[in-house]
């Protein structure tokens, strides 16, 4: 069965006025419009374009309870533990997201230690929705962005310390540079570099003594790093040659969005990437990062599991941020796709929860007779959504058009799925 879904952007602050609905093909709210859910999530469930379809269910959330076996298929209906307390859930989240500023940095959990987290919360009395709660629900939330702007920019994991060194000796150089140094911000963050756990050590420093408002070491540090990062800027305009042009120019971008937030510091010990389009990042559980710039793709597990570490002006728990994070410098963690067939690439995360199909087609020369056709074999519930052009997507029980800025749930019994037409459509689905 396709059924056609829809919903309207969250207005989140950092959301762009014009990205989505530049996307989507249609008029601007005038809000900020930050991300575009499509899914169950009870946070913001998709609205089904025609009830009557199912049963006269509103939303998908309310199908999938009252008709789990019709809406996710069997193996998702009945799970493999009839006394877990969760129902039938559908396991992804799809997002169209659109970052005019920088998003807070954070970091999910494993499923273990959600559940751990959960319970002991439920068991504290914690209300569902305290803004010092951490653990909302008993799942992880490992999620993969794909590019769609000319570039993204983000924050991806903590950086070797080899160059977060390189990074602090361009930034004593800057001091020696300037009219009025003061090595003493930079000498304290390089004793907690020198330590056997030199990041877990920093993270947790930066974050516990830069909640102290504008007195203190960190405060100190991150205003000397800002006002270094700022000479930069009228060094590099008279042509002067830096070592971490970008790297400062976000303390730069991070100090105009949060003033005096310690994240500023932590930026400079995590990975500084730009992807161009229609590459994709995958964040696993513990991996610190902050959207910083862009339009994208974003899947996730369904899960509003976040753990925050500077950027924000929400609740930050460092004892639990701490036992979250993955403190272990690694590359960039690009994930590439499997080229399945012509025009169709799928991305296939080490989760159980999800993977996105990214299916493009261009149009055929003239003098070539037809259509063209691509296909993709589901093996559990889908929900597609077209961003360019115009597709008639045929099943083993149906067909329905897809046309740009339409999105479609697709029930699992539909099988094999041809997408006939041009443009370029993004698919979620199950493993």
Same mark, same amino acid.
């Given at each position: 069965?396709?059924?056609?879904?829809?919903?309207?952007?969250?207005?989140?602050?950092?959301?762009?006025?014009?990205?989505?609905?530049?996307?989507?093909?249609?008029?601007?709210?005038?809000?900020?419009?930050?991300?575009?859910?499509?899914?169950?999530?009870?946070?913001?469930?998709?609205?089904?374009?025609?009830?009557?379809?199912?049963?006269?269910?509103?939303?998908?959330?309310?199908?999938?309870?009252?008709?789990?076996?019709?809406?996710?298929?069997?193996?998702?209906? !009945?799970?493999?533990? &009839?006394?877990?307390?969760?129902?039938?859930?559908?396991?992804?989240?799809?997002?169209?997201?659109?970052? !005019?500023?920088?998003?807070?940095?954070?970091?999910?959990?494993?499923?273990?230690?959600?559940?751990?987290?959960? +319970?002991?919360?439920?068991?504290?009395?914690?209300?569902?929705?305290?803004?010092?709660?951490?653990?909302?629900? =008993?799942?992880?939330?490992?999620?993969?962005?794909?590019?769609?702007?000319?570039?993204?920019? !983000?924050?991806?994991?903590?950086?070797?310390?080899?160059?977060?060194?390189?990074?602090?000796?361009?930034?004593?150089?800057?001091?020696?540079?300037?009219?009025?140094?003061?090595?003493?911000?930079?000498?304290?963050?390089?004793?907690?570099?020198?330590?056997?756990?030199?990041?877990?050590?920093?993270?947790?420093?930066?974050?516990?003594?830069?909640?102290?408002?504008?007195?203190?070491?960190?405060?100190?540090?991150?205003?000397?790093?800002?006002?270094?990062?700022?000479?930069?800027?009228?060094? !590099?305009?008279?042509?002067?040659?830096?070592?971490?042009?970008?790297?400062?120019?976000?303390?730069?971008?991070?100090?105009?969005?949060?003033?005096?937030?310690?994240?500023?510091?932590?930026?400079?010990?995590?990975?500084?990437?730009?992807?161009?389009?229609?590459?994709?990042?995958?964040?696993?559980?513990?991996?610190?990062?902050?959207?910083?710039?862009?339009?994208?793709?974003?899947?996730?597990?369904?899960?509003?599991?976040?753990?925050? +570490?500077?950027?924000?002006?929400?609740?930050?728990?460092?004892?639990?941020?701490?036992?979250?994070?993955?403190?272990?410098?690694?590359?960039?963690?690009?994930?590439?796709?499997?080229?399945?067939? &012509?025009?169709?690439?799928?991305?296939?995360?080490?989760?159980?929860?999800?993977?996105?199909?990214?299916?493009?087609?261009?149009?055929?020369?003239?003098?070539?007779?037809?259509? =063209?056709?691509?296909?993709?074999?589901?093996?559990?519930?889908?929900?597609?959504?077209?961003?360019?052009?115009?597709?008639?997507?045929?099943?083993?029980?149906?067909?329905?058009?897809?046309?740009?800025?339409?999105?479609?749930?697709?029930?699992?019994?539909?099988?094999?799925?041809?997408?006939?037409?041009?443009?370029?459509?993004?698919?979620?689905?199950? &493993?």
């Amino acid at each position: 069965m396709f059924v056609g879904i829809t919903n309207s952007p969250r207005d989140y602050a950092w959301g762009s006025t014009t990205a989505i609905a530049g996307l989507l093909g249609y008029v601007p709210s005038g809000t900020a419009e930050a991300e575009l859910w499509l899914g169950a999530h009870s946070g913001s469930p998709s609205v089904i374009t025609d009830p009557e379809q199912v049963g006269g269910h509103r939303t998908l959330l309310e199908w999938i309870q009252a008709a789990p076996a019709e809406a996710l298929g069997t193996a998702l209906a !009945a799970p493999a533990d &009839p006394s877990a307390p969760v129902q039938p859930r559908l396991p992804f989240l799809l997002k169209i997201l659109a970052a !005019a500023g920088p998003l807070s940095l954070q970091a999910h959990p494993t499923s273990e230690r959600a559940r751990i987290g959960f +319970g002991l919360e439920n068991e504290a009395g914690l209300p569902q929705g305290a803004p010092d709660r951490n653990y909302r629900d =008993p799942f992880h939330k490992p999620e993969l962005i794909f590019a769609l702007s000319d570039t993204f920019e !983000a924050l991806c994991g903590f950086r070797d310390l080899v160059q977060i060194r390189g990074i602090l000796g361009e930034l004593r150089a800057l001091d020696v540079a300037s009219d009025n140094p003061q090595p003493g911000a930079l000498d304290a963050l390089e004793r907690h570099l020198l330590g056997g756990d030199a990041l877990r050590d920093s993270v947790d420093w930066l974050l516990r003594d830069g909640r102290g408002g504008d007195s203190g070491e960190v405060a100190w540090l991150v205003e000397r790093v800002v006002a270094l990062a700022e000479s930069a800027a009228d060094l !590099a305009e008279s042509g002067a040659i830096l070592d971490f042009p970008l790297e400062l120019a976000t303390v730069r971008d991070l100090a105009r969005a949060y003033p005096g937030d310690p994240g500023i510091v932590i930026s400079l010990l995590t990975n500084r990437v730009s992807l161009k389009r229609g590459e994709v990042l995958y964040l696993p559980a513990g991996n610190i990062h902050a959207y910083l710039f862009g339009l994208g793709v974003e899947l996730m597990a369904a899960s509003d599991n976040v753990l925050r +570490g500077g950027l924000s002006p929400k609740h930050i728990d460092v004892d639990e941020l701490l036992e979250v994070l993955d403190f272990t410098p690694l590359p960039v963690p690009y994930l590439s796709p499997v080229v399945s067939s &012509p025009g169709v690439s799928e991305y296939r995360p080490d989760v159980d929860d999800f993977v996105l199909v990214h299916i493009a087609a261009e149009a055929v020369p003239v003098s070539q007779a037809g259509v =063209p056709m691509r296909q993709f074999t589901l093996t559990g519930p889908a929900i597609a959504i077209c961003t360019a052009g115009g597709f008639l997507v045929a099943g083993a029980g149906s067909s329905v058009p897809l046309n740009r800025g339409e999105s479609i749930y697709i029930t699992p019994d539909e099988g094999m799925l041809t997408f006939a037409g041009v443009g370029e459509v993004f698919l979620a689905t199950t &493993p």
